[in-house]
């Protein structure tokens, strides 16, 4: 059976997952490249004896080597042995994606063009004439839409890439840069895209020195172009202006009808200076009032499940199965029915959001409200990500200019709660203290993170800097993508997580069987009297700096799925403040060190874990006055 190995490449927001969605479905894996931080996705898909793998490559705008997602798909294209390129392009903004297909096409990679959002561009009074793209580029332009799948089909008929022969539109430069990259080009052997390497070498991307035989070659032809003094910027210049002139060759323009202004009526609301923040608020006052609401309605029918499964075992009372498999289960029931319904419903509405168009208006506005904290514009976008997770939310720093605003931003991740802190506060202070219960954990964290923030401000004086953020259109979701979304996100909780709270669970039983269970949580009873719980809490909250989602498995299981008969509410609130404060798990400290070093990434761990520790005894003590 022949093999294809093809790349996805495209713009931030122009439908790569939708499309990889449509083409193969929700089966995909997520994981790094290698040697990196940056995430890519990949599936499979066997069409006509052919075995198809896809690459679905971070969203970049061009192929340089700013950032480490362009970087990757640099390598991925350029090292990663694949047989040709789907370039998704915006119909909407179709001369930005060109200038991302000329570069590929130097490159002599075989390409397919793939144009998204056809139907949009109409509603914007833009046609685009696809056959006669195809013609002056020379290689198959295909619209599609990969909601309904109109050219799906298509596309994949398309993908023989691997045989394909016809070179596709090269872009031509000044003849002073022409005979630069042909003197550039004349020193690489053994290479199909000497062009390509030659304009990357003058573009000055040190990644593609090494295939000069002679590297000082480059600062003498450098010199000789005294009529290109800033020779990449003049290279990208043209290239630019290529694109431009094709795009304007197969555009058309048609009047829009009156009456079609729903978006811009929408965004006077959401971006407006009051009403935009005021707007962003009450919908995450919304998305909280929905996911406690749900996911009490979920865990309730869970625990009622999962409670009747451990009586069933719990039959078997003093045998061995019922002291250590029954904290097993327990520990496994709680993670099903604690956490599984918030983490899941808290994926499919920040998919729903992100679908829509949403999410970016609501990081516009709340990027307002960092720069009175002393943060950049930039710090929402990893701050909005840290609502799914800490780890990924770290790697995104990258997008702040330096490491004092990377570190700064990352310190507030300690008051950020991801999806596995969301599911502790909702699942056991919502669920067992009450939604007021629920909600004053949050405020209790906005409040500790706004006096972190604060008090750093003091340190670090930073520079702001504007947001530069694309708004994309808004869209009509589809559930099918946002559900495939949400399962991709949540695989880690549900292969991972879920077997460590039966493993966390049976050691738990073992250690009470031997009756050390007490013993080994003696050291840290200070810690439970400071903040006025029992001892054996101590287990859940070291538990936790493993894997914040254990929190409530082994909570369940040191205590009993009653938890409210254990704990009064006043000490349900304290838990969960003091297992939500801090850098939540071993994962995120992990990726800490690979950004900041080992001694900032521990040192800003211990430091969250003391400050959140103090907050929540503070607050107990202040609370039990009243």
């Not at 990757?72 to 694949?82: D, H, I, M, N, R």
């Not at 298509?154 to 023989?160: P, Q, T």
């Not at 879920?498 to 009756?515: H, R, S």
Request: proline share 4%; net charge positive; charged share 20%.
């Amino acid at each position: 059976m022949k093999k294809l190995k093809i790349l996805l490449i495209g713009q931030p927001n122009v439908g790569k997952s939708s499309l990889l969605n449509a083409l193969v479905g929700p089966k995909v894996v997520v994981s790094n490249y290698p040697g990196t931080t940056v995430e890519v996705t990949k599936a499979e898909k066997k069409f006509n004896e052919v075995k198809i793998e896809f690459v679905d490559t971070p969203g970049i705008y061009s192929i340089s080597d700013r950032s480490e997602e362009e970087r990757v798909t640099e390598k991925a294209l350029f090292e990663g042995g694949g047989d040709g390129a789907v370039i998704i392009a915006d119909a909407t903004a179709l001369e930005r994606s060109l200038y991302m297909v000329l570069q590929i096409l130097e490159a002599k990679i075989p390409t397919i063009v793939a144009l998204n959002f056809i139907e949009d561009a109409k509603k914007k009074g833009i046609t685009i004439d696809h056959k006669k793209l195809e013609n002056l580029l020379n290689i198959p332009v295909i619209p599609i839409n990969p909601l309904s799948k109109r050219g799906v089909d298509e596309l994949l008929s398309s993908l023989k890439i691997k045989e394909g022969t016809t070179e596709g539109f090269i872009v031509r430069y000044d003849d002073h840069i022409e005979k630069a990259i042909n003197k550039i080009s004349a020193g690489i052997e053994g290479r199909r895209a000497r062009r390509f390497i030659a304009l990357r070498i003058l573009e000055e991307d040190e990644d593609f020195y090494k295939y000069l035989g002679d590297e000082g070659i480059i600062k003498k032809i450098k010199e000789s172009l005294t009529e290109h003094l800033r020779v990449a910027e003049d290279i990208s210049i043209t290239r630019y202006g290529t694109a431009s002139f094709i795009a304007e060759k197969v555009t058309g323009i048609t009047p829009v009808e009156k009456g079609g202004k729903l978006q811009e009526n929408v965004d006077n609301i959401l971006l407006h200076k009051i009403w935009g923040p005021v707007t962003t608020c009450l919908s995450f006052l919304a998305i909280f009032g929905i996911l406690l609401f749900l996911g009490n309605l979920m865990q309730s029918v869970l625990v009622g499940l999962t409670e009747d499964l451990l009586s069933f075992f719990g039959m078997a009372e003093h045998s061995v199965i019922a002291t250590v498999l029954i904290p097993g289960l327990a520990g496994l029931a709680a993670g099903v029915s604690i956490a599984l319904p918030y983490v899941f419903l808290f994926y499919l509405l920040i998919g729903l959001l992100e679908d829509i168009g949403l999410l970016s208006r609501f990081i516009v506005n709340a990027e307002r409200f960092l720069k009175k904290l002393g943060l950049p514009g930039k710090s929402f976008i990893p701050l909005a990500l840290g609502l799914g997770c800490t780890a990924a939310a770290t790697r995104t720093t990258r997008v702040l200019k330096s490491k004092r605003e990377q570190f700064q931003t990352a310190s507030l991740f300690a008051f950020v709660p991801c999806s596995s802190r969301i599911a502790i506060i909702m699942g056991i202070v919502g669920f067992y203290g009450g939604v007021k219960l629920a909600l004053s954990v949050f405020a209790t964290l906005l409040i500790a993170g706004l006096i972190w923030a604060l008090g750093i401000k003091k340190f670090i004086h930073l520079k702001s800097e504007p947001l530069l953020l694309e708004l994309p259109p808004y869209r009509r979701p589809l559930i099918r993508n946002i559900l495939a979304k949400s399962w991709v996100r949540m695989k880690d909780f549900v292969y991972l997580v879920m077997p460590l709270l039966a493993i966390g669970g049976v050691a738990y039983g073992v250690l009470d069987m031997m009756g050390i269970a007490g013993v080994a949580v003696m050291p840290l009873s200070p810690i439970t009297s400071w903040l006025g719980l029992p001892d054996v809490t101590a287990i859940p909250l070291v538990f936790g700096f493993l894997q914040k989602d254990l929190v409530g498995g082994m909570l369940i299981s040191v205590l009993g799925s009653e938890i409210s008969l254990v704990l009064t509410p006043l000490q349900i609130y304290t838990f969960g403040i003091a297992s939500s404060i801090g850098i939540p798990c071993i994962i995120a400290l992990g990726m800490l060190i690979r950004e900041f070093g080992f001694k900032r990434a521990v040192g800003l761990t211990i430091a969250s874990i003391v400050y959140g520790l103090l907050f929540a005894g503070l607050a107990w003590r202040i609370i039990s006055i009243f």
